[in-house]
């Protein structure tokens, strides 16, 4: 589009019947990764279902490319979507299962792109085993390489981690990076608040069907200052750099624990800055300096009303 913006949601709502998916959803975003996060049933598949085309708004619009994507094959032709819940011809080996897709997707050699895809997602190896013996983390590659196997465009990943063993979800994980490099526009949807953060800092929090906030997770971090800021710093002499932290004016408290002290300001900014300066002139030996509240668990706790 010639304004860079991919999707655009405009006063869209979904209900079924007296249940309602999503309210009110107006938001847009253009290229990377976006990672739309929430609680299960916050109303995240509802939402990546109508970017896919399968849903219609039950009132206002969302648009891909500018298109509306349950209207438009073209637009759809340029989605790829791996669906939380899959349901799959389990006697079928990866690569018959891909191939058969990419070809209900008018690749115009499907063996060959599905090959390709299988590839990339690291499944070449086992590509001839049948479906139905296969781990969740191996199920969820596949799901992946039949969301790709058409080189869409703007790729749908709805909760693709879940039930995924560690290791498994590193892969994978890096896998999505290496499509959003390859310039494919990316949303990921988890209530797994590391997964998100492993991926991206670009965030949609979605609550009881509504937006409660989006953009970078740090940017949205500074606007919630009714909280202070937690810092902490570990170091050979806690209670001196603390002392000197404490009678400035934006410091809430300062808390000691065995080895480190954690300030909580009202300025994060400015008290990095004074913790810099404190420990140069100082000579304090600092070990690690780590803020809890810079990372997604705080951000939606505070976006939700949890505690900490």
Not at 38 to 62: E, V
Not at 133 to 162: C, N, W, Y
Not at 183 to 206: F, N, P, Q, R
Request: charged share 25%; hydrophobic share 40%; net charge neutral.
């Amino acid at each position: 589009m010639s304004d860079g913006v991919v999707v655009r949601a405009e006063k869209c709502s979904k209900w079924y019947g007296h249940v309602l998916g999503i309210s009110d959803v107006s938001w847009k975003f253009g290229g990377g990764i976006v990672g739309l996060l929430g609680p299960n049933g916050a109303g995240k598949s509802t939402l990546i279902k109508m970017m896919a085309g399968l849903l219609r708004p039950s009132r206002g619009t969302l648009e891909v490319f500018g298109a509306l994507p349950y209207a438009s094959l073209e637009t759809r032709r340029r989605i790829g979507y791996a669906p939380e819940h899959e349901a799959t011809w389990d006697e079928l080996s990866a690569l018959e299962l891909v191939t058969t897709l990419a070809r209900l997707s008018g690749v115009p050699d499907p063996r060959k792109a599905a090959e390709a895809a299988i590839a990339t997602v690291g499944m070449t190896k086992d590509q001839h085993r049948r479906v139905k013996g296969f781990s969740k983390g191996m199920r969820q590659r596949t799901k992946l390489a039949s969301a790709i196997v058409h080189d869409p465009d703007f790729v749908l990943l709805d909760e693709p981690m879940t039930g995924v063993d560690p290791m498994a979800r590193l892969d994978l994980i890096e896998q999505i990076r290496r499509l959003a490099a390859a310039g494919k526009t990316i949303v990921v949807s988890s209530h797994v608040l590391y997964e998100i953060e492993a991926l991206t800092t670009e965030i949609l929090v979605v609550y009881r069907g509504q937006v409660l906030a989006e953009g970078n997770v740090y940017e949205i971090r500074k606007l919630i200052d009714k909280h202070p800021h937690r810092i902490r710093v570990d170091c050979d002499r806690p209670r001196e750099l603390g002392a000197a932290l404490a009678s400035s004016e934006h410091v809430a408290r300062v808390v000691f624990e065995r080895g480190a002290m954690v300030v909580e300001t009202r300025d994060p900014d400015r008290c990095y800055d004074e913790i810099a300066a404190c420990v140069l002139d100082r000579g304090v030996a600092v070990r690690s300096m780590t803020s809890p509240d810079n990372n997604l668990g705080a951000v939606f706790d505070y976006l939700t009303g949890g505690s900490r």
